[in-house]
């Protein structure tokens, strides 16, 4: 089992709507999360981290935390096209480094 | 000014040959890393230093060899590469500090490694 799954996709939204990401992990010793955007031909950029249970918000993003359900995911409100990217979701899992997913794909249609 | 640098960007090099990517990051980070991406997107923990210290050696050939020569670098250089060596190499910087924060780590640019 991976430490942190994420469904590959690609995810398709229309433009304006909301895209939903989601991330799961193995290791309850997990304590920190991030997810970062990673656009083609380009490095992975952090847009949040949550490292509490409940809800952060950030903009157009939320970030939701659920350790019991060892659940992760990002919301993007009015999504744009530009949103279009890969999603990336880690964990700290104390290995002192990230362990991340493989990545979900989001098209934001026109 | 660019946070975390690496160099070369693109890198195009035969079977066997032997081959380096340095890594600079100015941003005062105690940590930094080398990622491997593969063509699936996958990143994966190669290496990890803490103030010139080893912390992380993943279960990479020992051809792959860091060297970090003070706690602002952190070097990667490969012997007899191999077509299956063809990625993206990111290095990587975080400030290591006992806050959840800490390990929020800031990625260079990358290096785009083809064996031919």
């Known amino acids: 089992q991976k430490e942190v799954e994420q469904n590959s996709g690609p995810l398709s939204v229309p433009e304006g709507a909301i895209a939903s990401l989601n991330c799961t992990y193995s290791d309850r010793v997990s304590q920190s999360f991030f997810w970062y955007r990673q656009y083609s031909g380009k490095s992975p950029e952090l847009i949040m981290s949550i490292y509490s249970n409940g809800d952060k918000e950030d903009g157009r993003f939320t970030a939701q935390l659920n350790k019991a359900s060892q659940y992760v995911s990002l919301l993007i409100r009015d999504s744009q096209p530009s949103d279009s990217a890969t999603y990336l979701c880690a964990a700290d899992t104390g290995r002192r480094a990230l362990t991340f997913g493989s990545g979900t794909r989001l098209q934001v249609q026109p | 000014d660019t946070a975390v640098s690496q160099t070369p960007k693109y890198l195009v090099t035969q079977m066997g040959n032997d081959k380096s990517i340095k890594c600079e990051q100015n941003l005062g980070h105690d940590t930094m890393y080398w990622y491997k991406q593969d063509s699936k997107k996958f990143l994966k923990i190669m290496f990890s230093?803490?103030?010139?210290?080893?912390?992380i050696n993943e279960t990479v050939p020992n051809r792959f060899s860091p060297k970090s020569p003070d706690k602002a670098h952190l070097n990667l250089h490969i012997n007899s590469l191999e077509l299956g060596d063809s990625a993206v190499y990111f290095c990587?910087?975080?400030?290591?500090?006992?806050?959840?924060?800490?390990?929020?780590?800031?990625f260079g640019e990358g290096s785009w490694l083809t064996v031919v």
């Open positions: 990587a910087s975080s400030q290591d500090s006992s806050l959840p924060s800490g390990n929020t780590i800031y």
């Open positions: 230093y803490n103030n010139k210290e080893l912390i």
